[in-house]
Antibody, heavy 119, light 108 residues
């Protein structure tokens, strides 16, 4: 069974960079798409980005050039960087696998980690 | 981007009742690439239905999905206590993938 676990700071100051890592266990990180999704407190879900190891990436245009997703196959980890954060970036951040069900959708998820943007 | 609109925003039902949730897309979804997720408080979303009508592994048969094109429905035939949660639809026909705003199913 695939398991995903997010890690990173729970508090980030405005204008700084949010950095999170997702560690994958139970299956190879190669051969799948991996993604980040976020959820502001009390609100809905927003897809952020995905990566197919090692060079194929896709980003939500709503976040512009602030987002970077990367992967370290040797560590079975993928990461998210979000620059110039504001209070609007406060959310629970989930990492997820994109599994194939004809098309690709989120089939395995981490438990999520709350990141608060505040000074 | 494809906008998904879910209705109603909330639904008050009793255990054993039938729940019907709707998801409408702003344009037709190729291959009916529409999924449904259940999210309980403090948990990650859980995949219920994909391809509009196929149940994911381990999902009870009281959950069923239907629809095509732009109009989709999730039906819970007999609500169990653990089914009271928020339900989201997701379109994966086009990028960016987008979610509906959610329907909260509450105990009446």
């Amino acid at each position: 069974q695939v398991q995903l676990q997010e890690s990173g700071p729970g508090l980030v100051k405005p204008s700084e960079t949010l950095s999170l890592t997702c560690t994958v266990s139970g299956d190879s990180i190669s051969g799948y798409y991996w993604s980040w999704v976020r959820q502001p407190p009390g609100k809905g879900l927003e897809w952020i980005a995905y990566i197919y190891p090692i060079a194929t990436t896709n980003y939500n245009p709503s976040l512009g050039s602030r987002v970077t997703i990367s992967v370290d196959v040797s560590r079975s980890q993928f990461s998210l960087r979000l620059t110039s954060v504001t209070a609007a970036d406060t959310a629970v951040y989930f990492c997820a696998r994109l599994g194939r069900r004809d098309g690709y959708l989120f089939d395995y998820w981490g438990q999520g980690t709350l990141v608060t943007v505040s000074s | 981007e494809i906008v998904l609109t879910q209705s109603p925003g909330s639904l008050s039902l009793s255990p054993g009742e039938r729940g019907t949730l709707s998801c409408r897309a702003s344009q037709s979804l190729n291959n009916n690439y529409l999924a449904w997720y259940q999210q309980r408080p403090g948990q990650a979303p859980r995949l219920l239905i994909y391809g509009a009508s196929s149940r994911a592994t381990g999902i009870p048969d009281r959950f069923s999905g239907s629809g095509s094109g732009t109009d989709f429905t999730l039906t819970i035939s007999r609500l169990e206590p653990e089914d009271f949660a928020v339900y989201y639809c997701l379109q994966y026909a086009a990028s960016p993938r987008t979610f509906g705003q959610g329907t909260k199913v509450e105990i009446k």
